[in-house]
């Protein structure tokens, strides 16, 4: 009796041993033979889909959109996950109005995370045409009232707009100019900026001003600021730009790019006509035109970048020339080079005369090379076809230096002075401008002869 029941007792270990084996033979040959999308989900699939989500919630966003790559089926697991309501308070956060919120060790600030969110859509949709990835990831973020034109109370105070930017750019990396044009198109239908935009160059400037804001900020945050290479934002600028006349053009690229209220963040549409500005004011507007200038924006020929200049220039009214010298100088030589070779061969001397002399006060005042404006204008008599023309622009420089010189004098005699005696300082550097210009162009002179 008793051997039975020994020889019973001893078989169990060896019995539950190869029942474990059959088991593991099993589950060996269940991943062999399963269908080919659980297959691809591995030692995953042995998960109940609940807690496959709560182990989601342990991975940073980088690590999640690495394991979208792992296969399709995974990577529908993981758009399903998004679109739960545990994915969506996970992954759309929308502290945007938390100025604390940098990024330390622990917590990625919000553009990284939204940067991170981007590559993780763009691979769990890499296989689905444009148009559907774009609906889709509209579905997603159609509830965050910051990615809209008009969705926050207080744009000026506000990182939504920008963690969309860095979203989109992250997003869009690397495709075509088609996809490119198409992304543009069902932005533009989801915020109706082409209707707003018209409604802001239709305007009198400063009458739409929270409209002005929204436009400057959405183009600036959304599609201008988060670009990698030069190419990209000249591309994105160009999509804005180029639907609309000259004239538009002009008044949408100040708004976007003009000088600013830092209080309330408005334009400031009267900083160019009013007095002198400095070149903060103006960067802006210089790297738009040389962006636009550059060879890379096919789309734009240099009669069209110096046509805008010229209507920029009078928007909303004309500018300062002294403003106008210093937004050339900050474009740069080809740019500033083919403005005033366009003037000198469409018979605008005079203006070119003018031209010459801010060109030299600001040099004066802004502290560059005075030999510049001299080899500038040098180069600018090269355009001239006769040599009658040539010396006819070199009087009318002469007399312009003396008229604006003697302008300055007489409001400085008439008692034309303010706090900070403006008009005095203005003549200070106009005479100081008119005798440096002079002497380089005497060094020329003798350096030649020599």
Known sequence: MTSPIRTSYTLIPNQKYRRSC?????????????????STLGNFKALPLE???????YLPVKDISMLSMVSKTISSRLINYISTPTGNKRLLLQDFHNPERSGNRKEPSMLEHYRSLGLLLKRCTLLLPTKERLKYIH?????????????????????????????LQTLTAGWDELECHRVYNFLCELSNLPRRVQTAVSSKPGSARKLELRIR????????????????????????????????????????????SNLDGHVVWQKMT????????????????????DPEAKEWTADDVISLVDELAVVPQEWLLENSARLLILCGNNICFTFM????????????????????????????????????????????????ERNNFLQSVENAFAHIVMD?????????????????????????????????????TMSNKT
């Open 51 to 57: 807690i496959f989500q709560m182990v989601l919630e």
């Open 341 to 388: 070779a366009s003037k000198a061969v469409n018979g605008r001397a005079v203006e070119l005369a003018r031209l010459v002399v801010f060109l030299a006060l600001v040099c004066e005042k802004d502290l560059y090379c005075m030999d510049w404006a001299v080899k500038m204008m040098q180069k600018v008599c090269k355009v001239f076809s006769t040599s009658g």
């Open 274 to 293: 009013e007095g002198p500005t400095d070149e903060t004011s103006l960067k802006g507007l210089a790297d738009a035109i040389k962006l636009l200038y």
């Open 139 to 167: 579905k997603i973020l159609s509830e965050i009232s910051c990615f809209k034109l008009s969705g926050c109370s207080d744009p000026l105070h506000c990182s939504g707009l920008q963690c969309y930017g860095v979203f």
């Open 217 to 260: 900020i959405f183009c600036r945050n959304v599609l201008l600021n988060h670009s990698v290479h030069s190419s990209d934002s000249a591309f994105w600028l160009t999509r804005i730009l180029k639907p609309w006349p000259m004239v538009n053009q002009a008044r949408l690229l100040y708004i976007i790019f003009g000088p600013a």
């Open 408 to 444: 300055a004098l007489q409001s400085v005699i008439s008692g034309e002075h303010d706090e900070e005696d403006r008009s005095f300082l203005y003549l200070f550097h106009l005479v100081n401008a008119q005798a440096n210009f002079h002497k380089e162009i005497l060094y020329l």
């Open 22 to 38: 059959r088991h593991h033979n099993k589950f060996s040959s269940v991943l062999d033979t399963d269908s080919p999308s659980l």
